[in-house]
């Protein structure tokens, strides 16, 4: 087994990372205080291949493997998580899909944008009634004159303030759960496409979230993404991916408070010396580096896998539920650490506090991805 990056990821990796320091991080602070979506940083990361990282280069993306993608979205996130959402969103929930599902055609309009950077996508599959329970899509996809009627209320759209088009879940045979839901491809310029805000979120500001109000908006038969009754299918494929770019953004998360930890031990002085001297914080910090490189570890094998295996549901899941959960601790380390300077509003600590709480929740909370490993142990004992 070989467990060393290749010259190209790395090189990749550091080249991801060059920008996020120079370009990302100086405007992390900003992009949450104001919860604006960083619209030009996004396209800037276009440029870098960061919006289509494993989308074929004859449709515009980068034409990279999973493993580069994550470590992409993971030093990201050590900049901002705010925009290794996004970032992670576009790629794996939407360019991906359209790429595995979408017609020649649905490629020809969406796929060279969105993997360019020149347009952005969103994702709208959680209702008020429809989150952990992803089958009880309330929205409907009614048929008439020759298309079809949508109509209902899509929650949490990640992105959606500002994209182009978004890939929109409705049932179109209510009453028999996954088997009738269908995906289609909506832009969000449509008439009868309201953009609706929703309350103001702890972390990952910027996102752009918004709901999605969808009144008579009428779509052509070449608007579904793959074929009737099978968009449930396609959201758990989407999801697998998004998953694993969730487990990097934690990770860079996780990181970041890692790395101010270890600055801050290094710096504070207490009873004349560094208080890095103390066993209880190098306890501290070992437990957050084992975990984190434990973590990265599960991230790295998923997406090794991902282009290998039909289906990534086990090793998304390990990976999303132990780096959320490993990163979550190593916030809240950070956060012991640094004491007042952590816990202040405004300092780094704070903000990574926030913004990694979510990585618990949302693409399924951790108690969705402890459901699908037992499942899938169970079923295989």
Known sequence: MILELTPDQRAFQEEVRAFARAEVAPRARDIDERNDVPRDLIARSGALGLTGVTIATEWGGAGRDYVSYALAIEAVAEASATVAVILAVNNSLVAEAIAEFGSRTQRDRWLRALASGAMLGSFALSEAQAGTDAANQQTRATPANGGYVLRGRKVWVANAAVADVAIVFAATEPGIGGRGTSAFLVPLDARGVGKIAGPDSLGV?????????????????????????????????????GRIAIAAQALGVGQAALDEALAHAKRRKTFGQPIANYQAVQWMLADMATELDAARMLMLKAAAAKP??????????????????AAHRAADKAMQILASAGYSRGSRVERLFRDVRATEIYQGTSEVQRMIIAARVLQSA
Do not use: H, N, T
């Open 205 to 241: 500001r910027g996102l752009g979230c918004v709901d999605l109000e969808l009144d008579d908006v009428r779509l052509d038969p070449a608007d579904m993404l793959g074929g009737p009754g099978e968009g449930f299918g396609i959201a758990m494929w989407a999801l697998e991916g």
């Open 308 to 325: 290998i295996q039909p289906r990534v549901s086990l090793e998304a899941a390990m990976a999303k539920l132990y780096a959320s959960e």
